[in-house]
């Protein structure tokens, strides 16, 4: 019955498990989390494959971070695998390292032609230091000018046309900054304090999230289904009668308004996933392809989770146009982040000011490039807020209101 809801949650990815479990647990609401699709985990669900390899059917997913919080907050719910994530590049022929280093730069020119890069970024920038690839085109220096138009050509320019459509310096510069230039040797992908993957997988960790007594979970649900939001009145309804609680949307917020401002741009991909009778099909989890094939990238599994097996899963990610009419590419994976996106959404964004019991949270509500760590921190901020929220209800008598 739905009023015996406090919360209604759409979407059953990290930012909307979080929330329905902090809800649950601690202020003791009694919660209905639903997801359109058949299982949990929105965008992180992992599952074993027919040969027994535990695979990312949405691609792969590391979890790394900075915040202690949010490790804090997960290992209750899950046990870790340490894992460093170390990815190659397929350049000229060759797999160099990713991001971009010095061990890249000394396997791609002569002995004493490194050296000399290897010297002026150093000089110029620092030991050890960060800098992406549309900085290091700003460099005055010729010999850093000609390392970063390398970079960019081999690294930086088919592979971003690939995923997004577009060149590098007409997206968001956060975007190519998320893999800069390392003026070191780290060949980690990451260079956070935290890199794990949950050790029995993520599906297992989201059920562990969500198992809490007052949270109930519909899956195959889409929330248009069952719950309507009347954007003009601010009214909800769920199971045809009027919902009193609070909506939390994680899935895309133009349709919660009903493109009312139009459709927010993103871009999908398809994946091709694959299982051979070797042990391993590739030197490390992820093989990036800027500038041979369709593909971006190939991910193998076994390399993430540990696994021991005489066979290999992998696959390829090809990434293509979002289109919400195609079952075959209606995935929205990314935001698209660039202007017209951003401009685009500062629409809803101040649509959604006007009704303080409508919550868009998380990758596709917010618009934001999260990764997993960002959407969990992100949420619990989010339940901050909430419990504020909900106190300052109390107080005011609003309860049923
Ligand atoms: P989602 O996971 O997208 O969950 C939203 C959920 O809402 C979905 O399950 C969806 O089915 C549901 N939903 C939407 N609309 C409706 C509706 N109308 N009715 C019912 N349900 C609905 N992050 C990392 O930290 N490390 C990585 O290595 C990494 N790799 C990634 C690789 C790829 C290819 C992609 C696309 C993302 C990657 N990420 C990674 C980011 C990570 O996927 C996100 O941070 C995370 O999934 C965000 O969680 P979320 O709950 O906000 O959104
Ligand atoms: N990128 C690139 N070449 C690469 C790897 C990344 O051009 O070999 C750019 C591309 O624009 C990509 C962005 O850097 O979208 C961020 O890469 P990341 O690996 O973080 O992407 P994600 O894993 O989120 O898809």
Redesign the pocket.
């Known amino acids: 019955m739905s009023e015996h809801y406090e919360a209604l949650i759409?979407?059953?990815?990290?930012?909307?498990?979080v929330l329905a479990e902090r809800l649950a647990s601690q202020l003791g609401w009694r919660v209905l989390v639903?997801?359109?699709?058949e299982?949990?985990?929105?965008?992180?669900?992992d599952e074993c494959d027919e040969k027994g390899i535990l695979v990312?059917r949405?691609?792969?997913?590391?979890?790394?971070?900075d915040h202690q919080q949010v490790v804090d907050y997960l290992s209750q719910f899950t046990a870790w695998r340490p894992y460093e994530?170390r990815v190659l590049a397929s350049i000229d022929g060759q797999l160099v390292p990713l991001p971009f280093n010095l061990n890249s730069i000394d396997k791609l020119f002569t002995t004493s032609k490194a050296r000399v890069l290897a010297d002026a970024l150093v000089e110029n920038f620092g030991e050890g230091t960060r800098v992406p690839i549309l900085k290091l085109r700003e460099s005055s220096n010729p010999l850093l000018q000609e390392l970063a138009g390398f970079v960019y050509d081999k690294v930086f320019l088919n592979y971003t046309t690939k995923q997004w459509g577009c060149r590098p310096e007409d997206i968001s510069p956060e975007v190519t900054a998320r893999v800069p230039v390392i003026v070191g040797r780290d060949d980690r992908y990451f260079a956070d304090v935290f890199q794990a993957v949950p050790a029995e997988g993520y599906t297992k960790l989201f059920e562990s999230i969500l198992a809490h007594p007052k949270i109930d979970l519909r899956l195959k649900?889409?929330?248009?289904?069952i719950s309507k939001f009347n954007r003009e009145t601010g009214e909800i309804s769920l199971m045809g009668n009027t919902f009193k609680g609070v909506l939390i949307?994680?899935?895309?917020v133009d349709?919660?308004f009903g493109f009312c401002h139009g459709e927010l741009p993103y871009r999908s991909?398809r994946f091709d996933f694959q299982h051979h009778d070797q042990e391993f099909f590739q030197p490390t989890a992820v093989v990036n392809y800027p500038n041979e094939h369709t593909y971006t990238r190939i991910t193998e599994f076994k390399h993430l989770s540990g696994q021991k097996n005489s066979g290999t899963s992998i696959v390829y990610?090809y990434p293509q146009p979002y289109d919400r009419q195609n079952p075959a590419a209606n995935i929205?994976?990314?935001p698209v982040f660039d202007e017209t996106g951003k401009k685009a959404y500062e629409h809803y964004e101040a649509a959604l000011q006007g009704h303080a019991k409508v919550f868009a949270?998380?990758?596709?509500?917010?618009y934001r490039?999260?990764?997993?760590?960002?959407?969990v921190a992100?949420?619990l901020d989010v339940f901050a807020s909430l419990s504020k929220f909900a106190s300052k209800r109390r107080c005011l008598g609003w309860e049923n209101t």
């Open positions: 759409v979407g059953a990815g990290f930012s909307g498990a639903v997801d359109k699709r299982h949990v985990g929105g965008n992180c669900f990312h949405y691609g792969p997913h590391i979890f790394h971070t994530h649900t889409d929330y248009a289904d949307f994680t899935g895309m349709e919660l991909l990610e929205p994976y990314y949270v998380g990758r596709l509500a917010q490039y999260l990764d997993m760590d960002d959407a992100n949420a």
